[in-house]
């Protein structure tokens, strides 16, 4: 079974700082989608970023990148610029390609200190 | 507003009687999905629909729980006899079926928000 971990439960960064929040998993699949999501208190769950795993490129949408290291199977996140909206819950989650639902991991409550 | 919605976003009931969550899917997505959230912890995989047909269930969905797809498009998430450990979110998901549109990613409703006494 795969599974996500986040070993990070809180994590703080000053505004306009940089953040990185990490994820690993396990798997024996070789072909699968990684993804981060964000939720915002009271507020519905987001994607923030993929990555396909067959892509060796790091995904990157604005201020936020990944760092994809697939033989050690970590996926990490970097907010860059952090703005006082970034502040939430962030979760880890993987899929098969093939499979019909993600795996999450237990998230990182990020806080945003102005 | 085109996206997942889910009723009640938040139910309070006592412990012992039956509830039931509503979900909409966006509409042209064939896959819909239940979670449950408790407080603190990501979502844990409920079951999963492939249009009507209900296509996997966790082992965490027992025998009080029941989900439906009738027609393929909303669904309903039935708890009979609650228990206090029954207290979470419960999300909905939804995504398309055809490759071409579907990137992996699901979409989320805000959540039905149970608290049993």
């Known amino acids: 079974a795969q599974t996500v971990t986040q070993s990070q439960p809180e994590m703080s960064v000053q505004e306009a700082e940089t953040v990185t929040l990490s994820c690993t998993y396990d798997t024996s699949e070789s072909d699968y989608y990684l993804f981060w999501y964000k939720q915002p208190p009271s507020r519905q769950m987001i994607l923030v970023i993929r990555?396909?795993?067959?892509?060796?490129q790091n995904a990157t949408e604005n201020r936020f990148s990944v760092n994809f290291q697939k033989a050690a199977k970590s996926f990490s996140l970097k907010i860059s610029d952090s703005q006082l909206g970034d502040a939430a819950m962030y979760f880890c989650a993987y899929r098969r390609r093939a499979g019909n639902m993600l795996t999450f991991g237990g998230g990182t409550r990020l806080m945003v200190k102005p | 507003d085109t996206g997942v919605s889910q009723d009640p976003r938040h139910k309070i009931t006592k412990r012992g009687q039956n509830v039931t969550f509503r979900c909409d899917p966006i509409?042209?997505?064939?896959?819909l999905y239940w979670y449950r959230q408790t407080l603190g912890q990501g979502p844990e995989f409920l079951t999963y629909?492939?249009?009507?047909?209900?296509?996997?269930k966790s082992r965490l969905l027992s025998d009080r729980f029941s989900a439906e797809r009738p027609k393929g498009s909303f669904s309903t998430l039935e708890i009979q006899r609650t228990e206090q450990g029954d207290s979470a979110m419960y999300l909905c998901?939804?995504?398309?079926?055809?490759?071409?549109?579907?990137?992996?990613?699901?979409?989320f409703g805000e959540g039905s928000r149970l608290t049993v006494l």
């Open positions: 998901a939804s995504s398309p079926l055809n490759s071409h549109t579907n990137t992996g990613e699901l979409f």
């Open positions: 509409s042209e997505h064939n896959r």
């Open positions: 990555q396909e795993a067959y892509k060796q």
């Open positions: 629909f492939q249009n009507e047909a209900q296509l996997e």
